[in-house]
């Protein structure tokens, strides 16, 4: 058994469905796990921010949008106007959800999940269609029903045990090799769906290659393998032939979009590659990340936008001691707020993390707990890793720093305003 993953912008139009059918062709064991279609987890966020405020009307109008844009990408699939029944229902279901749920703020987690959980759907329901059409026979299965993860929303993890019966069985006695499965979601134990945090399709994906043994994993990208920076900010970026494990747990933990950093422990477990590869072309190589690659020299440089760095310290500029760092990080926990760096002083603690609609709220706890807090809104996070003077000078010397942390390694700093 192979696992394949696409994402949404390899599934983003009818051609990119098309390369995708192309891909997996001849293939007879194979699990495929799909992402939304190109930016309909963007466009589902919004119809959720509209049930937020309840405005029904735009809510609707958004749908109708994304609804417009799935049956375009069909009619060009089958050749003619084509309606999936299927596909109609969960639009269906999608606006029920909209116009019939008493939405209250302390349920946002529960239906935000319930509300963009509805991309995948789509996108695998078309795809499975579209294959079983053009001869791939296949098997369209609810991830929901077969990931069981634990009761949090918005940023589940998998049960791997309770799910491997739930999987195994759905793909016994099928009479196919092929499946299509949805990434990025799950049932919580409650029944509820639960989604596995932005990006969870790759996760999903090394799940299902752990409970199944899969021989690789494969993630299908737009670009030529895993490269050492964005080259939309960084022009000079290169790629990585090749990257062990912990590797690669570093590089996710400081905001590489290479992987997402819950994907690799499944892979380790039972030391199962994963290939980085071109969609546009299967013929490449790619990146391969394994167990024994050698460890990475090459300087590698990952800035993540949208952060938000609060500086937090006592009232009565007391040192920091370690029963605070316990309230502030369970305070960090409730609020469900990742931390990307931490630097800390005798009298404040320095924290930048992911911009969240929860921020405010946090801060409102922090405060009640005796501290203050200073938000700097709009900051940005870069970190070289294998850093030399040269990438010193022209990245961080130059720029506007908040906060700097230096070790042999790498460097990392809060930029108000980057320029590169």
């Known amino acids: 058994m192979k696992v394949y993953k696409f994402g949404g912008a390899s599934v983003r139009n009818a051609d990119g469905v098309r390369n995708l059918a192309n891909i997996v062709a001849g293939e007879d064991d194979l699990f495929i796990i799909v992402s939304a279609m190109g930016k309909t987890t963007n466009a589902l966020e919004r119809v959720f921010g509209h049930m937020q405020k309840g405005e029904k009307e735009e809510a609707n109008n958004e749908i109708k949008q994304v609804q417009e844009y799935h049956a375009e990408i069909i009619d060009e699939l089958w050749g003619e106007h084509t309606d999936l029944n299927e596909v109609t229902l969960l639009f269906g279901q999608l606006r029920n959800i909209v116009n019939d749920i008493v939405y209250r703020k302390s349920d946002a987690e529960l239906w935000y999940d319930t509300i963009v959980a509805f991309g995948e759907l789509i996108s695998t329901t078309i795809i499975s269609k579209y294959l079983n059409h053009i001869g791939t026979r296949n098997r369209w299965l609810d991830m929901r029903t077969t990931l069981l993860t634990n009761q949090r929303h918005k940023d589940a993890n998998v049960n791997i045990k309770a799910s491997t019966m739930r999987l195994r069985s759905a793909l016994e006695n099928t009479g196919v090799g092929v499946f299509v499965g949805q990434g990025f979601i799950g049932g919580a134990p409650d029944g509820t769906t639960t989604t596995l945090g932005r990006e969870g399709s790759d996760y999903s994906a090394a799940v299902v290659a752990h409970i199944l043994n899969a021989e690789s994993m494969s993630v299908w990208k737009d670009v030529d393998g895993v490269l050492n920076a964005d080259p939309k900010i960084f022009k000079d970026a290169i790629k990585i032939d090749a990257l062990n494990y912990l590797d690669t747990i570093e590089l996710a933990y400081s905001g590489a979009q290479i992987i997402h950093p819950?994907?690799?422990?499944?892979?380790?477990?039972?030391?199962?590659?994963?290939f980085v590869r071109p969609f546009g072309d299967k013929t490449k190589p790619g990146t391969v990340i394994s167990g024994d690659a050698p460890h990475v020299t090459m300087p590698i440089m990952i800035y993540k936008r949208d952060q938000v760095l609060l500086i937090i310290r006592s009232k009565d500029f007391s040192f920091v001691m370690e029963e605070q760092f316990a309230v502030i990080f369970s305070l960090l926990e409730r609020f469900r707020i990742k931390t990307?760096?931490?630097?800390?002083?005798?009298v404040d603690l320095g924290l930048c993390v992911d911009a969240s609609w929860h921020i405010d709220s946090l801060i409102e706890a922090l405060e009640a707990e005796g501290f203050e807090v200073e938000k700097n809104d709009n900051v940005g996070l870069l970190t070289i890793r294998n850093y030399n003077d040269d990438l010193y000078d022209r990245y961080v010397r130059k720029q506007q720093h908040i906060v700097r942390q230096v070790n042999p390694e790498s460097v990392r700093v809060v930029l108000r305003s980057a320029q590169f």
């Open 340 to 346: 990307h760096l931490i630097n800390n002083s005798a």
């Open 262 to 274: 819950k994907t690799i422990k499944p892979l380790q477990n039972k030391n199962i590659p994963l």
